[in-house]
């Protein structure tokens, strides 16, 4: 699904990223963790386009050098970044927004468009299968919601675009218990029996992980993914911490 080599990443002079290497192979999600200013958020950018980056070294997604691709072609391939910060978007609602978002997608792909009624039916199915109040698709995008419910809107947004790799920044902080279970519920729902999905999940910590089926673990440091291993990894952070790992 992707792979990473040897890929650096400058801003203004300054390193970001170093010779790093990831490959996340179909149906897996990943989880990478780290202190702050490892470079984690960095790296999702670099993968979904993020313009302000000297980026040196190989991406291929589905075997796309996806250094050739601007972002809105990376999304229409099948990409998703859901926001540390999800943004504002005052008087355009949530269907407004998707529904042209949907249809972009499928335009690009060479699919007919859905209509307002089908596109309706199919967001409302989406809906009400994550347990979301159908007032929620009529709201504008991110305006006046809350920590929780801005988070919450990323997944709905991802199950609507059925992205082939979603990047999850650090899509559990600020969230409460209830809140991080809804999101786990999302995503764990987004990848049951999908073969053709993977997923990032970028976090500082492991509550989440708690409620998530994980396939792989990678620590980075310093711009370089230091240490791999499978869920025993994230207890051993819990225990030790990332200097002592």
């Given at each position: 699904?992707?792979?990473?080599?040897?890929?650096?990443?400058?801003?203004?002079?300054?390193?970001?990223?170093?010779?790093?290497?990831?490959?996340?192979?179909?149906?897996?999600?990943?989880?990478?963790?780290?202190?702050?200013?490892?470079?984690?958020?960095?790296?999702?950018?670099?993968?979904?386009?993020?313009?302000?980056?000297?980026?040196?070294?190989?991406?291929?997604?589905?075997?796309?050098?996806?250094?050739?691709?601007?972002?809105?072609?990376?999304?229409?391939?099948?990409?998703?970044?859901?926001?540390?910060y999800?943004?504002?978007?005052?008087?355009?609602?949530?269907?407004?927004?998707?529904?042209?978002?949907?249809?972009?997608?499928?335009?690009?792909?060479?699919?007919?468009?859905?209509?307002?009624?089908?596109?309706l039916?199919?967001?409302?199915?989406?809906?009400?299968?994550?347990?979301?109040?159908?007032?929620?698709?009529?709201?504008?995008?991110?305006?006046?919601?809350?920590g929780?419910?801005?988070?919450?809107?990323?997944?709905?947004?991802?199950?609507?675009?059925?992205?082939?790799?979603?990047i999850?920044?650090?899509?559990?902080?600020?969230?409460?218990?209830?809140?991080?279970?809804?999101v786990?519920?999302?995503?764990?729902?987004?990848?049951?029996?999908?073969?053709?999905?993977?997923?990032?999940?970028?976090?500082?910590?492991?509550?989440?992980?708690?409620?998530?089926?994980?396939?792989?673990?990678?620590?980075?440091?310093?711009?370089?993914?230091?240490?791999?291993?499978?869920?025993?990894?994230i207890n051993?952070?819990?225990?030790?911490?990332?200097?002592?790992?």
């Amino acid at each position: 699904m992707l792979d990473i080599q040897d890929t650096s990443v400058k801003i203004n002079d300054k390193s970001i990223l170093n010779n790093l290497n990831l490959t996340v192979p179909d149906g897996e999600v990943h989880v990478i963790m780290g202190p702050n200013g490892s470079g984690k958020s960095t790296l999702s950018k670099v993968i979904i386009g993020d313009p302000i980056y000297d980026v040196t070294g190989t991406i291929y997604f589905n075997s796309k050098n996806l250094l050739d691709l601007d972002v809105h072609e990376r999304a229409c391939e099948g990409m998703f970044l859901a926001f540390q910060y999800p943004i504002e978007i005052p008087g355009v609602s949530n269907i407004q927004f998707l529904k042209v978002a949907f249809n972009s997608k499928r335009k690009y792909l060479g699919l007919d468009e859905l209509d307002a009624v089908e596109f309706l039916d199919n967001i409302k199915s989406i809906a009400n299968h994550l347990n979301y109040k159908e007032d929620f698709l009529y709201r504008p995008v991110n305006e006046g919601f809350s920590g929780g419910e801005k988070k919450l809107n990323e997944i709905l947004q991802m199950h609507i675009l059925e992205p082939k790799l979603a990047i999850l920044d650090e899509i559990d902080s600020g969230l409460d218990v209830d809140a991080m279970k809804r999101v786990a519920l999302g995503i764990n729902s987004f990848m049951e029996g999908r073969k053709d999905r993977s997923m990032i999940i970028i976090t500082h910590y492991s509550r989440l992980l708690k409620y998530v089926k994980v396939d792989k673990v990678h620590i980075i440091k310093d711009g370089k993914i230091v240490k791999n291993g499978g869920e025993d990894l994230i207890n051993e952070i819990d225990a030790k911490g990332y200097e002592t790992l």
